[in-house]
């Protein structure tokens, strides 16, 4: 190719090396022909038809730049790079927040040949994608679920590309609801599973971390048993292969299974909240062990069953700091699921294939989970006008009259006969992480059979589709293994806990929040002093001396926190409010801005002050319960 290809490549493969050899290690990709306009620019046709002005493409693009920024956003995502006049001239107007995808590599190779595009390549809020899945991580990654997203194509990109646009709506559309939705979730959740961790410690002494199975399932087959409404389908074909294939299922598929009179070798959970009503109390129960999350509800660790396994969070400060010293060495991979995560954790046993069951992703037939399990679905309505699907659930264990309604923004994937099927916001969140998984598993894990045998609901890029009859037909799932032996073997052995590092470890962290609090508390103190001169004198000079105080408190304060990080997770709703408030435009009246903004910085230290005083009292009772911990075990070591 030639020089202006070759610059724009360089500056490409700098923020996405995937696209950048698509287009140079793709000599098959014919380039579309780039043709002059009367007034010297550029234009081609795709399928006989043009994609510019074939008189002046710059006065065409001006009005479409013009419709643009009457709008109300903080992103552009352009269907369609087309010759990159709507791009350039975003910029030059200084809208330069923008996603690019262009579904067809023959334009992006005749457009980056024609014209130098080495600046705008360059600019970090400029990003070019090609595939849904590149597309999907750029929103994810580079955007958040607060700022405002504006989706915009030209006529001829949707007169060609008609499902593809489809596609990437959706994809764009999915990928922001998600990350609205882990905004909500962090907020909801993070001081819970903080507690959950807190009021874990002892469990952690006493059951194994499941990388103990590491590789101790080499090439035995695994499935992994959803609870979707396809399940009904072909669990039953799971009693025959129990002692032939490591059978791990989702603790919402236990009752479903136990219908079809599957006991599987493993449930997995790490719901935050106590799921009494997914155990039967009864004799099966002791046949199951169970997979639980570090940040899994107390409650559902003292459950009876045959035996237990713990894994750890990457995403949750004090399980990452302390993980290793709890005697584990493994974060399994995960897309927000206990079934995206039991993909991993088969992976780290050595399990190949690797087989799916009830993992629809989507409502089908007329059902979000399959019979069985605690949620009924009374009705589920889907409104395409309003976008909106209201599922009215019979939960079993509500009583009365109690009603257990959802509404959510109803969301579309592609379903195994290529029509598009109705899902939400979770279900896409798990769809997309899969098919990243996927892509990740085929370039360092070729060799890894991954089966979709789901028999219905969403289609998974990288998986392999079929009926799982004739899986187990396809891949010999018929030879009897040792599995109960190796699992029995590896519980034998107690956890190698560190005692003495997670005494350190806390203390550093209780000393860390202390500090926090002091500084909290100063600069409050501070705020406080400067409310009142702005009240009797208005904004003065004397702001200068408390401002700078707060800016010393303020680092004295960040450098505590890098051994006590798990406090912002404690705060993250305050943050976030404070994320929105920074987003709001400035007041015209600069004394009634800086009233707002010293509030807001009262209110923010008011928080951190309240997190410290929650959390001192549990840090002290951690190192206790620990400290207690250590002595039995050297009380049990000398008496043997």
Known sequence: MNQTFNTNIEA???????????????????????????????????????????????????????????????????????????????????????????????ILKSVLSTVDLKDVLSKDSFHLC????????????????????????????????????????????NAYITNKVLIKTEITSRVMWNDNYLANLKYFAKYRAIDALHGRFKDTPLVIVGAGPSLKKNARL?????????????????????????????????????????????????????????????????????????????????????????????????????????LDMGLMFGCNPIVFIGQDLSFSEGKGYTDGTVYKEKSIVIDKEKGLVKVDYDYMYLSGDVKYVQEHSVLWLKGLNEEWVASKYDWVTFHQWFE????????????????????????????????????????????????EDVISDVEKDKPKVDFAGLIDSFTKVKDAVKGIRISAKAINKETKIIDKIFKAKGMTHEFKKHTDRIKK????????????????????????????????????????????????????????????????????KAIEEIEEMQAEVKSETGRN
């Open 238 to 342: 799971l009693k025959d292969i129990k002692d032939k294939a490591v059978i791990i299922a989702a603790i919402t598929a236990y009752k479903p299974l136990l219908n079809f009179g599957v006991i599987p070798h493993f449930l997995i959970a790490s719901e935050k909240i106590d799921l009494a009503e997914y155990f039967t109390n009864g004799k099966e129960d002791k046949e199951i062990r169970l997979i639980l999350g570090d940040l899994s509800h107390p409650n559902v660790f003292k459950s009876d069953v045959k035996g237990k396994f713990v894994f750890y969070d990457q995403y949750v400060n004090l399980s990452a700091e302390q993980m290793k010293l709890w005697g584990s060495c493994y974060f399994p991979s995960s897309g927000g699921s206990v079934t995206t995560t039991a």
């Open 130 to 173: 090609h595939t849904l899945n590149n597309l999907g991580d750029t929103v994810r990654n580079h955007t958040e679920g607060m700022e405002d997203l504006l989706v915009y194509y030209t006529p001829p990109y949707k007169q060609a590309f008609s499902e593809e646009l489809r596609a990437f709506t959706n994809r764009v559309q």
């Open 12 to 106: 490409l493969r700098k923020k996405n090396k995937a696209l950048a050899d698509a287009l140079e290690l793709s000599p098959a990709v014919e380039p579309v022909q780039i043709e002059k306009t009367k007034t010297g620019d550029d234009t081609f046709k795709y399928n006989g038809k043009y994609f510019h002005s074939s008189y002046d493409p710059w006065k065409e693009a001006n009005q479409q730049v013009e419709a643009i920024i009457k709008s109300k956003f903080d992103w552009v995502f352009l269907f369609g790079m087309g010759c990159s006049y709507i791009p350039r001239l975003l910029m030059e107007k200084g809208k330069e927040k923008i996603i690019v995808y262009e579904p067809r590599l023959e």
């Open 436 to 483: 990243n998984y996927m892509a990740w598993l085929k370039k360092e894990h070729p060799s890894e059979i991954v089966v979709n045998a789901t028999e219905g609901g969403a289609y998974i890029e990288g998986m392999e589709h079929i009926k799982l009859i004739e899986a187990i037909e396809k891949y010999s799932i018929n030879k009897e293994t040792s599995i």
């Open 553 to 620: 408190l303020e680092k004295k304060l960040f450098d505590k926190s890098e051994d006590a990080a798990f406090l912002w997770e404690i705060v993250t709703n305050p943050t976030y409010q404070l994320k929105e408030y920074l987003r709001k435009e400035l007041d015209e009246d600069m004394e009634k801005q800086f009233e707002k903004d010293l509030n807001i910085v009262a209110e923010s230290y008011k928080c951190v002050i309240e997190a410290c005083d929650m959390y001192l009292p549990k840090l002290d």
